[in-house]
């Protein structure tokens, strides 16, 4: 892959300051374009993918408004960046769906800079084909290095051709950089990054990297920083959070590193994703239990109920693994709410193994459970294995289990009707100007009437009808 090398000699080497050198660079760029076109620069990042995605995109958005640009919701903004995903591939279709629209954009608009990042930049088919077929794109990197976005982008403007920077990897966590925070009451907060489980169908572990813990310390500092600036609810970030801290120079684990964080004063909730069953240990169930910040939520991917195709999968545990892990954990923390992650169609896949899915299903009844249909990822184990289930076989099985876990969910819905809980709450009701919505401890929607000076408080609301996924309610008088 290409790598650019060539730095203006009075750059720092060291990161933050080489990247706080650029976004100086860059602001005067920028400043000198707007007296230009007699307005501010407008930017805009479009999101696909996970809340990693959603979280790198907020660091992205930091570094432009420290730049002196103006935040924008509009694709046709002078800066446009689509940040992708790869997961499956219908992520990557929506991505270059969209390009086509971006370039009709650029043609009436030709001030604008295009540019991709993220997790389908990390392979090297897709940056061929952008460079063969999508020629107006002006800047591409991948996941290892968003740090350096105000480089790239000024490199960009300075050279006028399409700057291209993707890391294979790197060992290296900048801290220090801005962030442009979504909401401003509650934040994601990376604790590790990239993954090591290589499940065989999955292409994160390809497109990011090994895992790399932070240290609790800088961690724990950060959200400090966020709770001084008006945040009450924390989601700690990971792609197995239950290995935290293994590799660190002092070893930790994600359960003690839950109770240095629950110890912050002024923060009241905090959540996670996501956990691995392989390696969630009864200290992090004690923990949860023991700790009323931690909410009443658990985000549990099963991926199949068949240990036959969980072991293909190399998932590392087996159905009645899975299952005494579901008991032990519902009879510590009753509760809480399971949901769950289900794919469908995983080469080899039979009926039979499709039903011990659905009895996994039935035996726990998930709150809730998002499914998906396998999609071959070039270059994983799966992708290679010959016995690839042919659509119109899995289409039926997905709709089958789709059908019963949202017949069970709702059943879950409606067991607290009557109840009173506490909602953050978070935005007005998108189809009712006088109602807002809250999220509950156990990640469910409720809405309330109110108004916009309810946003970012935690709420007591008594639920008084459940909707299938989510309840109407009203404050407490
Ligand atoms: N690290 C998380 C999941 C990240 S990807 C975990 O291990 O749970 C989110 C979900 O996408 C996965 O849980 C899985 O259900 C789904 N997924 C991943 N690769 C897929 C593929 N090739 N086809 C279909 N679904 C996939
Ligand atoms: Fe993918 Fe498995 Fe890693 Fe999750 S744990 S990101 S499913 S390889
Ligand atoms: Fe997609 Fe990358 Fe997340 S592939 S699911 S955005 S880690």
Known sequence: MEQWEKYPVEAPVEEPFRQQYFMERLKEMVREKSIEYGRPLTACIKTFGCQMNAKDSEKLMGILEQAGFKPSEEENSDFVLYNTCTVRDNANQRVYGRLGYLNSLKQKNPHMTIALCGCMMQE????????????????????????????????????????????????????????KRKYSFKSGVNIMYGCNNFCSYCIVPYVRGRERSRNPEDIVQEIRGLVKDGVVEVMLLGQNVNSYGKTLEKPTSFAKLLKQVAEIEGLERIRFMTSHPKDLSDELIETMRDCPKICRHLHLPLQSGSSRILKQMNRVYDKEQYLALVEKIKREIPDLSLTTDIIVGFPGETEEDFEETLDVVRRVRYDSAFTFIYSKRTGTPAAAMENQVPEEIVKPRFDRLLTEVQNISAEMCKKDVGKTMTALIEGMDSHDPSMVTGRLSNNIMVHIPGDSSDIGKLIPVKLLESKGFYYMGKKLP
């Open 124 to 179: 090297a088919s897709v940056i061929e084909k952008i460079k063969k077929s999508y020629r107006f794109v002006d800047l591409i990197f991948g996941t290892h290095n968003i740090f350096r976005l105000a480089e790239l982008l000024f490199l960009c403007y300075t050279e006028g051709r399409m700057v291209i920077d993707i890391w294979d990897g790197t060992d290296k966590i900048v801290e220090d950089l801005p962030a």
